[in-house]
């Protein structure tokens, strides 16, 4: 079994914070490299952060110093810690585990609507 189960997400001011998770399968989560993502209204999906089971990071330059990706093994759920939020990040957040081909292990589910307004 390969799924994913995003929660966390919801409506905030400009310059707050989120704390998003993303429940895995366990065999799913302990092999592979997890990631978010977002898709904003009227754009293509983009990866936001991805981290490797042993702890490498990648951030869009986007997020860069504002978000920060995390991962608990022991309990399979990653984290995505948001902090400064601008309007620019309101979109669905996604998490998924990119594969080397450069497409996605699990399908895309419902993920969690971010809403930064003021």
């Known amino acids: 079994q390969v799924q994913v189960v995003e929660s966390g997400g919801g409506l905030v001011q400009p310059g707050g914070s989120l704390r998003l998770s993303c429940a895995a399968s366990g065999s799913f989560f302990n092999i592979y490299t997890m990631g978010w993502y977002r898709q904003a209204p009227g754009k293509q999906r983009e990866m936001v952060a991805t981290i490797t089971r042993g702890g490498t990071i990648n951030y869009a330059d986007s997020v860069k110093g504002r978000f920060t990706i995390s991962r608990d093994n022991a309990k399979n759920t990653v984290y995505l810690q948001m902090n400064s939020l601008k309007p620019e990040d309101t979109a669905v957040y996604y998490c998924?585990?990119?594969?080397?081909?450069?497409?996605?292990?699990?399908?895309w589910g419902r993920g969690t609507q971010v809403t930064v307004s003021s």
């Open positions: 998924n585990s990119p594969t080397s081909s450069g497409s996605f292990t699990a399908d």
